[in-house]
């Protein structure tokens, strides 16, 4: 398959996984790892400063496992997730390494090196942890026959069970001959990286940001409180009722976009400014510059999130941490529920504390937006 056939198919295979019925009933399992995110937390607070990372990346990734994936992560396969987790960083770097001298590119030059070697052994695990996830919800597969979706009840039916994890429908497509079990492992593999990490990087940028301005921290402890109380945990219609946090998110996600570039291969020529890109040019979209661009956004390197409260005075193109058009993140509204859900449950019962500020912060060459040195909060008890 050419001309994006290949992505259409798969998009068309996905899409259903992040129908809302289905993001409604995850939604007790996204709870449940918010809870155990916010003991993580509570255990921090003897500290002087805790390296937010850390923590989100857990709390992502036991949360993408269990919905999309629809596999609980056991003690050893947790502590397998977490040299998984840094086995992604250290593939990174790697790339980037090599991306920058041209001697490498060949594959058999690059094999040869300390650097393909590493690159070899970082691959394998990585499908290792994959296969285990993809072994674990094949062991505990679901006789699947027709799908239905009833509006008119509060759960559905999907396959005749009230729960489908996306990998279930990959499974089911590999069964029908649509997709063959590389084509999962492509999937599977593109979810486990894009839907952990990324939510983990922009909630990292989030609690640095916000406790750095506790004004604004305390504007959203507000809104919370006035909606859900306080040892509550908010529903997803309390979610939908935080606007000031909403606005929040977004602003960081403009300042801070997880995926800070996109790429694009034209198939037809593309004037910018007075240069014409001809067909079968590859653009890069330098999304996190384009956020940055005075003339849409009134003092760009501040932190506004009054300026998402309104209609957008910019182009609707300038602002797009998810990508934009057809191929937009297939995942955004879940990720958005996750931060809400998290964000709003530690600001009311936590005041997060300015360590790292952002002019501290130096960037990695990486393709994920990543900061060289660890970044710092303070967690301090609102209530004793």
Not at 120 to 135: G, N, W
Not at 376 to 382: L, S
Request: with cysteine.
């Amino acid at each position: 398959m050419d001309s994006g056939d290949k992505w259409r198919e798969r998009r068309k295979i996905l899409t259903p996984a992040f129908h809302f019925n289905i993001l409604r009933n995850f939604y007790t399992i996204l709870v449940e790892n918010t809870e155990k995110f916010v003991h993580q937390i509570d255990m921090e607070t003897t500290k002087e400063k805790s390296d937010i990372f850390d923590l989100v990346t857990d709390f992502t990734l036991k949360s993408l496992c269990e919905t999309a994936m629809g596999t609980k992560l056991d003690d050893e396969t947790s502590e397998f997730g977490r040299t998984y987790k840094n086995a992604i960083h250290d593939l990174g770097n790697i790339v980037l390494h090599r991306a920058q001298r041209v001697w490498m590119y060949p594959t058999f030059m690059f094999s040869l090196t300390k650097f393909g070697r590493t690159q070899k052994k970082l691959l394998d695990l990585i499908s290792s942890f994959r296969d285990r996830v993809v072994k674990k919800r094949r062991d505990d597969s679901i006789n699947v026959k027709n799908i239905h979706f009833n509006d008119n009840e509060d759960d559905f039916v999907i396959y005749g069970k009230k729960r489908l994890a996306m990998l279930d429908l990959l499974l089911e497509a590999e069964k029908n001959g649509t997709i063959n079990m590389q084509g999962v492992n492509e999937e599977v593999d593109t979810f486990m990286f894009e839907g952990h990490d990324t939510t983990a990087t922009a909630l990292q940028f989030t609690f640095m940001i916000l406790a750095n301005h506790q004004e604004i921290q305390d504007k959203i402890v507000e809104e919370c409180n006035a909606i859900v109380s306080a040892e509550k945990m908010p529903t997803m219609n309390d979610l939908s009722q935080m606007k000031y946090l909403d606005c929040c998110i977004k602003e960081s996600l403009r300042m801070f976009p997880p995926v800070f570039f996109i790429s694009r291969k034209i198939d037809e020529s593309v004037i910018l400014s007075t240069y014409e890109c001809p067909p079968g040019s590859e653009i890069h979209i330098m999304i996190r510059e384009l956020h940055h661009v005075c003339k849409q956004f009134e003092n760009p390197f501040d932190f506004r999130p009054e300026r998402f409260m309104k209609e957008p005075t910019w182009h609707q193109y300038a602002y797009i941490p998810f990508s934009a058009g057809p191929r937009n993140c297939i995942g955004q509204k879940f990720a958005m529920m996750e931060m809400k859900l998290a964000l709003s449950t530690v600001l009311r019962r936590y005041k997060v504390l300015a360590v790292t500020k952002p002019e501290d912060i130096s960037y990695l060459a990486d393709f994920i937006l990543r900061s060289k040195d660890p970044v710092y909060v303070k967690f301090e008890r609102r209530f004793t």
